[in-house]
Antibody, heavy 115, light 112 residues
């Protein structure tokens, strides 16, 4: 059974950093691109970052470019999202997603940016 | 960025009724490789989104065949043939043809 389990969320002050993790199981992790997608409270979905199978290439929208870094450890079947210089508008539930079709989603982890 | 416009924003249906949701793109979603990367997702209340349809019309494994997708270029439709109670939630279209990947604003399906 495919599982994606995110951890690392919480309350953080504006300007500070937070690192999310997503542990994958039930599939061959290094066969898939992986991504992070977020959803602000009561709002729609926003793509945040993607990384290739090997981790050699990463992609971001302008809204997080230069502040967020996606990475992966294929030996540990783990995806990461390092978030720096956090802003109030980064407050959202962050989902780990599999592949180019987004065929599996984690349960999500809440990040709240507030003083 | 590609803008996906979903209509209607809200849909109310009775059990057994057939309904359709439209997703219109600001650009053609036909990729140079010949595929069209338009997917449909369902987010049930309090849950994570789940994939229903990929590449316009391909039913994801385990998804009931009352769901179907159609369309091309810029106009796409998700049809539910015989709504069931478990189908309530918010439906999103998403495109992965053009960077950045974008989502529609969602269509909320309510059961009368």
């Amino acid at each position: 059974e495919v599982q994606l389990v995110e951890t690392g969320g919480g309350l953080v002050q504006p300007g500070r950093s937070l690192k999310l993790s997503c542990v994958a199981s039930g599939f061959t992790f290094n066969n898939y691109w992986m991504s992070w997608t977020r959803q602000a409270p009561g709002k729609g979905l926003e793509w945040v970052a993607s990384i290739t199978n090997s981790g050699g290439s990463t992609y971001y929208p302008d809204s997080v470019k230069g502040r967020f870094t996606i990475s992966r450890d294929n030996a540990q079947n783990t995806l990461y999202l390092q978030m720096n210089s956090l802003r109030s508008e980064d407050t959202a539930t962050y989902y780990c997603t599999r592949g180019n079709n987004y065929d599996y989603w984690g349960q999500g982890v809440m990040v709240t940016v507030s003083s | 960025d590609v803008v996906l416009t979903q209509t209607p924003p809200t849909l109310s249906a009775t059990i057994g009724q057939s309904v359709s949701i439209s997703c219109r793109s600001s650009q053609s979603l036909l990729d140079s490789d010949g595929d069209t990367y338009l997917n449909w997702l369902l987010q049930r209340p309090g849950q994570s989104p789940q994939l229903l349809i990929y590449s316009v019309s391909n039913l994801e494994s385990g998804v009931p065949n009352r769901f179907s997708g159609s369309g091309s270029e810029t106009d796409f439709t998700l049809k539910i043939s015989g709504v069931e109670a478990e189908d309530l939630g918010v439906y999103y279209c998403m495109q992965a043809t053009h960077a950045p990947l974008t989502f529609g604003s969602g269509t909320k399906l309510e059961i009368k």
